[in-house]
């Protein structure tokens, strides 16, 4: 069975915080993901990383920043969050980019 | 880059009815079409999934289709029930994948 998880379920910054979310899998996938969650919006990518310390940007990548240091690990960081950027987050890990995601549970950032 | 719509955005049908979701994607290099259904707090999860030389896929009560000349999917569930209510996203995929918007189902009992 294909674990995901994520470090934090709910997570509550101030403004202009740096905010750190981790995900870590343990299926040895060499593919990663970080999806944010808007009513209305869907699964909007943010960033994906195809093997260690590579990345590339999705979608909506401003005001973002990942790292990839080990395989199974890849972590968002929100270098100073803003308000606008308080939505649910979620990882995901698949073996090839195109293939079927597994997800984690989701954090739910709150930006006061 | 790969676009995909889903239609409607909320849905409610009676315990019993039938369910339609449909998707439209852009990309004619796309191949792969799962869907996912997000229950209230959780993950999304892969419940069917289809690839491109394959026109339907069944599964119990659900069932996808795929046209890939008109480049659009669709999800059906049938004899639906309390639990199929959620949120289900639509995803078509190539090089990456992108997904829609989403669909609200809610079965009233």
């Known amino acids: 069975d294909v674990k995901v998880t994520q470090s934090s379920r709910y997570l509550v910054k101030r403004t202009g915080e740096k905010v750190f979310l981790e995900c870590v899998q343990d299926m040895d996938h060499e593919n990663m993901f970080w999806y944010r969650q808007d009513p209305g919006l869907g699964l909007r990518l943010i960033y994906f990383?195809?093997?260690?310390?590579?990345?590339e940007k999705g979608d909506i990548p401003e005001g973002y920043s990942v790292s990839r240091e080990k395989k199974e690990r890849f972590s968002l960081i929100l270098e100073s969050a803003s308000t606008n950027q308080t939505s649910m987050y979620l990882c995901a890990s698949s073996l090839r980019v195109s293939d079927e995601k597994f997800f984690g549970p989701g954090t739910r950032l709150t930006v006061l | 880059g790969e676009n995909v719509e889903q239609h409607p955005s909320t849905l409610s049908v009676q315990e019993g009815d039938s369910a339609v979701i449909k998707c439209t994607y852009s990309?004619?290099?796309?191949?792969?079409f799962p869907w996912y259904k997000q229950e209230l707090g959780k993950r999304p999860q892969l419940i069917i999934d289809i690839r491109s030389n394959v026109g339907e896929k069944k599964d119990q009560r659900i069932a996808v289709t795929l046209n890939k000349t008109a480049k659009h999917f669709s999800l059906h569930i049938t004899e639906t029930q309390p639990e199929d209510s959620a949120v289900y996203f639509c995803a078509a995929s190539g090089n990456d994948m992108r997904f829609g918007a989403g669909t609200r189902l809610t079965v009233k009992p």
């Open positions: 990309d004619s290099a796309s191949n792969y």
């Open positions: 990383s195809y093997d260690v310390k590579m990345k």
